[in-house]
Each structure stands twice: as C-alpha cells, then as structure tokens.
Antibody
Framework: QVHLVESGGGVVQPGRSLRLSCAASGFTFSSYAMHWVRQAPGKGLEWVAVISYDGTNKFYADSVKGRLTISRDNSKNTLFLQMNSLRPEDTAVYYC????????????????WGQGNLVTVSS | DIQMTQSPSSLSASIGDRVTITCRASQSISSSLNWYQQEPGKAPNLLIYAASSLHRGVPSRFSGSESETEFTLTISSLRPEDFATYYCQQTHTTPFTFGQGTQLEIK
C-alpha cells in the first residue's frame, strides 16, 4: 500500500527558511517523478514543482522559482522541498504527490497524495 | 504558462441531478487534462486522467470529455458523497496549472 508522509512544517518568520520532507513507502520510489502541490487557506490548488525519477530534471511554478528547491534521496525514499526567503503568501498546506503511471510507463495526473503539511509564514 | 479557466466557480444542485463542469485551456494541451475531487480538509482524489479515462475505483457516473481546448467533467446522477470541490489540471507543459476549482453544493 502506498504511503506518503510529509513532515517539517510549522510557523516561520518572513525571510527565513524551512525544509519539508515526504517519506514514501509501498512503491518503487526511485522509478517515479514526484510533485509538490500547495493550497493556501480557503483557496484552490497550486502546483509547485516536479522532480524526475532520478533527480536530474526539476521544474517550478513561476511564483516559487529561485526560492523553493525540490530534491530527492532515492536511497532513503524521501522527497524534499527546501523553502528559502519565505513570504506570507507561501502560507499553505503543502502536499507531496506521486503520478498515476500505466503498464506502458505513461504517467498521468497525481494519484497518491500525502496528508498535507501546514506551513505558516508570519512575524 | 498555460492558463486553465474553470467554470462555474460554484454550483448548487440536487441529488439525482446531472451536472457539468467545464475547463478551458489557453492553448492546446492535447488530452493532458485531469480532474480531481477534494473534500474539506482532505487531499484531492484523481477522478479522470487523459481527459476521459476513469481512474480506478471511480464510479461510472463520472465521465470526462474534450473538444479542442475545452474539457468537461460530467456527473450523471448526483449522490450525497459527490458534494465537494472539483479541480482540473493540465499536465501537458510545466508549470502544471490547476483550474480555480468548482464548489458543488447541495440545493
């Protein structure tokens, strides 16, 4: 059974840093791209970033480019989001998610999600 | 970036109604469109992928269709558990943008 468990959230002052982790189990983590998606309180979903299965390719939303960095450690089945220069508008629940991939290896959408981890940026 | 315009933003309907939610992409995304359902306080659930493919375990009353850059999610006969918020997302080109969401409420 697939499990994604986020950790590392909390309250942080503007301009400071925080690192989120997402521990994966129940599937071959090193074979899948992984995503971060966030949701500000009372707002819609915002896609944040994706990292390829081997960590060589990374893509970001414009709103976080240069401040948030996605990475992974396949030896530990763990995904990370390093968040620097945090702003109040980064306040959100952050989800890690894995894609749905069919038997031919084509991947679509976001299938498994973590429980979400609240990050609050406030002085 | 590809913009996803979802409508309506909210919708009131009754049990047994047929409802339709629309998502329009600002440019061609082929069939790279997914639909999600989200209940309050929970992570989203994938309903439809590749515009019209029903994800595993999703009831057949849900369906998706496409016409060029316009995509539609249809629920054929609403059940109580369907009252939630629905989002579209394009996974054609990064950034993989979501629509603004449609909150489906009981009339």
């Amino acid at each position: 059974q697939v499990h994604l468990v986020e950790s590392g959230g909390g309250v942080v002052q503007p301009g400071r840093s925080l690192r989120l982790s997402c521990a994966a189990s129940g599937f071959t983590f090193s074979s899948y791209a992984m995503h971060w998606v966030r949701q500000a309180p009372g707002k819609g979903l915002e896609w944040v970033a994706v990292i390829s299965y081997d960590g060589t390719n990374k893509f970001y939303a414009d709103s976080v480019k240069g401040r948030l960095t996605i990475s992974r450690d396949n030896s530990k089945n763990t995904l990370f989001l390093q968040m620097n220069s945090l702003r109040p508008e980064d306040t959100a629940v952050y989800y890690c998610a894995s894609p749905y991939c069919n038997e031919t290896g084509s991947c679509f959408g976001l299938d498994y999600w973590g429980q979400g981890n609240l990050v609050t940026v406030s002085s | 970036d590809i913009q996803m315009t979802q409508s309506p933003s909210s919708l009131s309907a009754s049990i047994g109604d047929r409802v339709t939610i629309t998502c329009r992409a600002s440019q061609s995304i082929s069939s790279s469109l997914n639909w999600y359902q989200q209940e309050p306080g929970k992570a989203p659930n994938l309903l439809i992928y590749a515009a019209s493919s029903l994800h595993r375990g999703v009831p057949s009353r849900f369906s998706g269709s496409e016409s060029e850059t316009e995509f539609t999610l249809t629920i054929s006969s609403l059940r109580p558990e369907d009252f939630a918020t629905y989002y579209c997302q394009q996974t054609h080109t990064t950034p993989f943008t979501f629509g603004q969401g449609t909150q489906l409420e009981i009339k």
